[in-house]
């Protein structure tokens, strides 16, 4: 999903560093003519944290669906104690963040 196409990826870009998330877009498209060597599933927005939690925000436009490998990357990332967001809005993210802010999460 390009950044163009969705604004919430944008908008995590540039909210998340000022929570103090070091953060980058994650390019995880197949090349044509190559083979796929990544890992299924992997976030849009990948970071971490000051005190080294792994962020991971996986951004969908409204109606959007995650595919199974994105939801069990997430549960993945929150079971090892990271922050995992699955986004449908730029207010659906922001609630979120704010969320794992005021749990001491984004420190």
């Known amino acids: 999903m390009a950044s ?7 908008a995590a870009l540039d909210l998340l560093p ?3 998330v ?3 877009r994650n390019q995880s498209h197949p ?4 083979r796929f060597t990544g890992r299924k599933g992997v976030s849009d927005v990948l970071g971490f944290t000051r005190s080294a939690k792994f962020v991971a925000v996986e951004l ?5 669906k995650l595919s199974e490998e994105q939801v069990e990357f997430l549960k993945l990332v929150k079971a090892a104690g990271g922050v995992a967001i699955a986004a449908y809005s730029i207010d659906d993210f922001q609630k ?4 794992y802010r005021l749990g001491g999460m984004l420190c």
């Open 4 to 10: 163009e196409e969705n604004p919430v990826v944008k």
């Open 18 to 20: 000022l929570y103090g």
């Open 22 to 24: 070091e953060v980058w």
């Open 31 to 34: 090349v044509p003519g190559r």
């Open 60 to 64: 969908k436009k409204p109606g959007g």
């Open 96 to 99: 979120q963040l704010e969320s």
